[in-house]
């Protein structure tokens, strides 16, 4: 993946530092997104796919794992990267526990910065995919009928459409034409594709 | 040989004698204007006791009328004389007195050579052989020349002028000068001016003998001239006595004295003096040679200081170094004070001087066992800091890293992008010299050296002390509020030293508030100009201070696990070094303007330090 771009964001109270990842960053393509304050960067942040956000630890005014938090709590979290210019170890276990990508330990090496920032931003492309597909899915399963969807979460459980049909108080032909609009709501051909599509919601929906 | 001869000869000649010694006094010390009066006084009454007798001998009227006339030359001259004697040895009698009786004097001189044969005699007509002294004299007979009386006018005028000088020497508390030589002075013109005037106008028959009553004035001069040589010899001895006692004293003391008389350029130096400044006992120094034991460093401040006090009779003091012609060096502290002449004019310098090397010594022991202490106390700051420090220097290092590293991806391309490969290079070259500035107020601070007082800005020691400190109050989550007033003058000191003081209360501060909640580290630097007073205030909203502040400042007083307690104490000696103050008190009380004196109490430290005077740089 050399120069396909992606958005990274730079946070770092150094101006020096800032401009120095800027080139580096730049200079193998990614788009950069450059800020000295947490306050700035909040305010102008709109989600970009893919993009990341490379962090200087030691800010005044806001803390940088705090921001993380922040940032992690979010449907679509963006993954961070940890720079920092002193690294104890019990601040990188909490950033690592708290979803970090990596920390990193100023002065950082090249390689090591650019393998994390790729790493970050395949990261959060496939996110982008699966959050898509869960969207997409949401939807259709919203088009469903109140009935439709009793009807599905006994058909996902693995009953029989007898059982269904004792369970809802209707007749067996009745489940049958519901069962088939599910499948063409759901646009699934088989009962195992319905029944993932079923899990890829319910992990979706917790 | 008649008495005649003889008496009048030996008065004459006993007149002269006199006369000679006292001309010589005179002549030894020009300032001694008795005896210069006194001599010629003495002169003139052995002339007139010469032509008195050649009067008393004449043998026709002509030569008598001469001899007369003559005698008025001495007259006028003892009569002048005795006037300036009065002025100058009494110091008493009118001016104008005096100024009349001269001019009466000198026109009964004129009138004696221009009226009548002499001022007594129009004419001698004959003269008369009495018996005197069991042989025959002669005295004139003729007619009196009535301007003889402006003449005895000049004598009634002295008498009275005498007379009311007596007076004020008696008030004056002389009473001796005033009985002796007033007294014989009034006493002899009274009898001379009687005989005078009984002879003269040849009421009696009687030769004219006031050479007698002029010696007796002459006696009494010459007395009280003596008593004035006799206590000068007096004085002399009792200066030798004192000159004695003062050496024995000085040589105890282990005093040197010394004289410089400016005049002769000679240096005159007691024993003591002579071993100090490595002299030989009979060796003449001059002053130039004196300085030339002198440390050359010290030289020309004594040059001018002694100088100077010659010059002005002002005093001096001081301590400097000699170097000894064996190349030892020696400590001296001096005290002196130069003396004018009667004059005014500057005549010489005295002074004393004391071998001090030994205090000297032992001062610049203690000075630099305590330049020790302070930089003992400096490195414990730093290793204190020495965590924000590497990050400190961690930062420039990591952004030149990055930075070449993004230089070398940019070269790589093709084509190369060289304009910001050139700015690359610009910033790397600028983040080195920030390292470097780093490395060099680092070193500043863990040198050991002497005191180097310059005029400095407190203003600018705040921002020192908080680029040094920034790291590590970040790391504390420690807000840092400055107001500094741009307008205080600056102060003199060794910035290393004060930066110290500062950065010690800076570190005390940030672990004071070790225990608050984040939001409640509050860190104040503060600098105000108040009188002649430059204040630099840190202050923090941390554990606070014992009840009794000043407790914090003894040796081994800390509340830190790994502290000797030494840091303040040392700061305080800083401070003194510096004639400045170091105090406490709760921020509460110090009244700092900041988000800080909220809910603790915290401690405020403040140093005075005194402002530079005003002209310096």
Same mark, same amino acid.
């Given at each position: ?5 992606g958005? @990274?964001?730079l946070l $770092?109270?150094e101006p020096?530092?800032l401009k =120095? !990842?800027? #080139? ?10 450059a ?8 305010e102008?942040?709109?989600q ?8 200087d630890v030691e800010?005044p ?5 705090e921001?993380?938090?922040r940032?992690t709590?979010?449907?679509?979290p963006?993954?961070v990267i940890f720079?920092?210019?002193?690294g104890d170890?019990p601040m990188?276990v909490n950033?690592m526990?708290a979803?970090a990508?990596?920390f990193?330990t100023?002065p @950082?090496?090249?390689v $090591? ?5 790729r790493? =970050? !931003?395949? #990261?959060?492309a496939?996110?982008h995919?699966v959050?898509?597909?869960v969207?997409?899915?949401?939807q259709?399963?919203?088009s469903l009928t109140?009935?439709e969807?009793e ?14 049909a004792?369970?809802l108080?209707?007749v067996?032909?009745?489940v049958?034409v519901h ?6 709501k ?5 009962l ?5 599509a079923?899990e890829?919601?319910?992990?979706g929906?917790r | ?9 030996a008065?004459?000649s006993?007149?002269l004698?006199?006369?000679a010694?006292h001309f010589l006094?005179w002549?030894?010390r020009r ?8 001599g ?10 010469v032509?008195e007798?050649?009067?008393m ?6 030569q ?5 006339r ?14 300036g004697?009065?002025?100058l040895?009494?110091r ?12 009466l004097?000198t026109l009964a001189l004129m009138?004696?050579f221009?009226v ?5 005699y129009?004419?001698?007509?004959a003269l008369r052989?009495?018996p ?6 002669s005295?004139?007979?003729?007619v009196?020349?009535p301007w003889?009386?402006?003449g005895?006018?000049s ?5 009275v ?5 007596a ?5 004056r508390?002389?009473?001796?000068r005033?009985l ?6 009034v006493f002899f013109v ?11 106008w ?6 004219l ?6 010696l007796?004035?002459?006696l009494?001069m ?11 010899a007096r004085?002399?001895?009792d200066l030798?006595?004192s ?5 024995l004293?000085?040589?105890a ?5 010394w004289?410089?008389t400016?005049a002769t350029n000679?240096v005159w ?7 100090l400044l ?10 130039e040679?004196v ?6 460093d010290?030289?020309?401040k004594?040059?001018s200081?002694?100088?100077?006090a010659?010059?002005t009779?002002?005093d001096?003091?001081g ?10 060096v020696r400590?001296?502290a001096a005290?002196?004070r130069?003396?004018?002449?009667p004059?005014?004019k500057?005549?010489?310098?005295l002074?004393?001087?004391?071998d001090v090397?030994g ?10 066992q305590?330049?020790q ?9 730093l290793s204190?800091?020495?965590g924000?420090?590497a990050h400190?220097?961690?930062q420039?290092?990591?952004?030149i890293?990055t ?7 940019l070269?790589?391309?093709?084509p190369?992008d060289l304009?910001?490969a ?11 010299e920030r390292a470097?500035?780093v490395?060099k107020?680092l070193?500043g ?5 002497e005191t180097?007082l310059?005029p400095?800005?407190a ?7 908080l680029r040094i400190?920034?790291?590590?109050l970040?790391?504390?989550?420690i807000?840092?509020?400055v107001?500094?007033d741009s307008?205080?003058?600056p102060v ?8 110290q003081v500062l ?12 225990a608050?909640p984040?939001?409640d580290?509050?860190?104040t630097?503060a600098t ?11 202050s923090?909203?941390g554990?606070?201070l ?5 407790r914090?400042?003894?040796?081994f007083h800390t509340?830190k696990?790994?502290?000797l307690?030494l840091?303040?104490s040392i700061c305080r ?9 170091l105090?406490?008190e709760?921020?509460v ?7 800080a004196?909220?809910?603790?109490c915290?401690?405020?430290f403040?140093?005075d330090?005194?402002?530079a005077a005003e002209?310096k740089?």
């Amino acid at each position: 993946m050399s120069a396909t771009g992606g958005t @990274v964001f730079l946070l $770092d109270d150094e101006p020096g530092m800032l401009k =120095a !990842l800027n #080139r580096l960053l730049k200079a193998e393509g990614f788009t950069v997104r450059a800020f000295t304050s947490a306050r700035a960067f909040v305010e102008s942040y709109r989600q970009e796919v893919p993009s990341c956000l490379v962090l200087d630890v030691e800010m005044p005014e806001l803390n940088g794992l705090e921001l993380q938090q922040r940032l992690t709590s979010t449907e679509n979290p963006l993954p961070v990267i940890f720079l920092t210019g002193r690294g104890d170890v019990p601040m990188s276990v909490n950033a690592m526990k708290a979803g970090a990508i990596d920390f990193l330990t100023k002065p @950082v090496k090249d390689v $090591d910065l650019l393998q994390a920032v790729r790493f =970050a !931003l395949q #990261r959060s492309a496939e996110r982008h995919v699966v959050n898509s597909q869960v969207d997409s899915l949401r939807q259709r399963y919203s088009s469903l009928t109140p009935r439709e969807c009793e009807v599905m979460a006994l058909v996902v459980a693995g009953r029989l459409n007898k059982q269904i049909a004792a369970a809802l108080g209707i007749v067996e032909h009745t489940v049958k034409v519901h069962r088939g609009r599910i499948m063409e709501k759901m646009s699934v051909n088989s009962l195992a594709e319905l029944v993932r599509a079923a899990e890829r919601l319910g992990r979706g929906n917790r | 040989m008649s008495w005649v001869t003889i008496v009048w000869s030996a008065t004459a000649s006993a007149c002269l004698t006199l006369a000679a010694i006292h001309f010589l006094v005179w002549s030894y010390r020009r300032t001694a204007w008795a005896d210069l009066l006194f001599g010629l006084t003495s002169v003139a009454v052995a002339i007139y006791a010469v032509l008195e007798l050649a009067m008393m001998r004449a043998e026709t009227p002509e030569q008598f009328a001469t001899a007369l006339r003559w005698i008025h030359v001495p007259t006028w001259v003892i009569v002048v004389s005795l006037v300036g004697f009065v002025r100058l040895h009494l110091r008493a009698g009118r001016a104008w007195l005096a100024w009349s009786i001269c001019a009466l004097r000198t026109l009964a001189l004129m009138l004696n050579f221009l009226v009548g044969q002499n001022l007594n005699y129009r004419e001698v007509t004959a003269l008369r052989h009495i018996p005197f002294l069991g042989e025959s004299v002669s005295t004139g007979v003729g007619v009196s020349n009535p301007w003889m009386l402006v003449g005895q006018l000049s004598l009634l005028l002295f008498f009275v002028f005498t007379v009311d000088a007596a007076f004020t020497v008696w008030r004056r508390g002389d009473r001796r000068r005033a009985l002796v030589t007033g007294g014989s002075i009034v006493f002899f013109v009274l009898t001379g001016i009687a005989q005078s005037v009984l002879v003269l106008w040849q009421i009696v028959d009687w030769p004219l003998t006031e050479s007698f009553f002029y010696l007796g004035i002459v006696l009494a001069m010459g007395y009280e001239v003596s008593r004035e040589a006799l206590r000068a010899a007096r004085l002399s001895d009792d200066l030798h006595e004192s000159e004695a006692r003062m050496t024995l004293a000085s040589e105890a003391a282990g005093f040197g004295v010394w004289i410089w008389t400016i005049a002769t350029n000679r240096v005159w130096g007691s024993e003591q003096w002579r071993r100090l400044l490595g002299f030989a006992t009979d060796a003449t120094v001059s002053l130039e040679e004196v300085l030339e034991r002198i440390h050359p460093d010290d030289r020309e401040k004594v040059r001018s200081e002694v100088r100077r006090a010659g010059e002005t009779g002002a005093d001096f003091t001081g301590e400097y170094r000699v170097m000894l012609p064996d190349g030892a060096v020696r400590w001296i502290a001096a005290q002196g004070r130069g003396y004018a002449d009667p004059h005014g004019k500057p005549a010489r310098t005295l002074g004393a001087v004391i071998d001090v090397t030994g205090r000297k010594e032992s001062e610049r022991q203690i000075e630099q066992q305590r330049e020790q202490l302070v930089h003992l106390g400096r490195v414990m700051n730093l290793s204190e800091l020495s965590g924000s420090l590497a990050h400190e220097m961690n930062q420039p290092l990591a952004i030149i890293l990055t930075n070449a590293q993004a230089a070398q991806r940019l070269l790589a391309q093709q084509p190369p992008d060289l304009a910001e490969a050139r700015d690359i290079l610009a910033d790397i070259v600028s983040e080195d010299e920030r390292a470097g500035e780093v490395i060099k107020r680092l070193r500043g601070l863990l040198k050991s050296g002497e005191t180097q007082l310059l005029p400095l800005s407190a203003n600018d020691l705040v921002q020192d002390v908080l680029r040094i400190t920034r790291s590590d109050l970040l790391e504390r989550g420690i807000r840092v509020h400055v107001a500094l007033d741009s307008s205080v003058p600056p102060v003199v000191g060794d910035r290393i030293q004060l930066q110290q003081v500062l950065l010690n209360l800076t570190l005390n501060a940030g672990e004071a508030m070790a225990a608050n909640p984040p939001s409640d580290r509050h860190l104040t630097l503060a600098t105000v100009h108040c009188d002649g007073t430059v204040r630099i205030s840190v202050s923090d909203t941390g554990c606070g201070l014992p009840p009794d502040a000043e407790r914090v400042f003894e040796p081994f007083h800390t509340t830190k696990k790994e502290g000797l307690g030494l840091g303040l104490s040392i700061c305080r000696s800083i401070a003194r070094a510096h004639n400045a103050r170091l105090w406490a008190e709760p921020t509460v009380a110090a009244g700092i303007p900041s988000a800080a004196a909220t809910t603790s109490c915290g401690a405020t430290f403040h140093l005075d330090l005194p402002a530079a005077a005003e002209g310096k740089p």
